[in-house]
């Protein structure tokens, strides 16, 4: 039996997705304009299913619990990118999320 705790590291992402996962996005502040890019908080939950059960981690940097969050336009849709996912919902609101999956192909 595997044991979970309620975190995981940023480098487990990946596997996660692979094995049936999804990444949720949660807006913590609203994008707000500064020059020529939007600036906000967005924070990240790895959602995960083992023995029927769902489990929701939130995504930190290795070993320091401190959660993992972008804080432009352009880094989220980056880190989407190297993701995997398809296609890229992004909350816009305080406390509004959204769930990415990895790409699934061509119907």
Known sequence: MREFSPVIPIAELKPTLETGGKIEVECVEEPTRVSNQYQAVWK??????????????????????????????????????????SPISIPRYA?????????KGAA
């Not at 940097?61 to 995997?84: Q, Y």
Request: no cysteine; hydrophobic share 40%.
């Open 44 to 85: 990240f939950y790895a959602v995960t299913e083992n023995g029927g059960q769902q489990h929701r981690l939130l995504v930190v940097h290795g070993r320091d619990v401190k959660p993992r969050t972008i804080r432009t336009l352009t880094g989220l849709l980056s880190f989407a990118m190297d993701l995997g996912v």
């Open 95 to 103: 406390g509004e999320r959204a769930v990415w999956e990895p790409y």
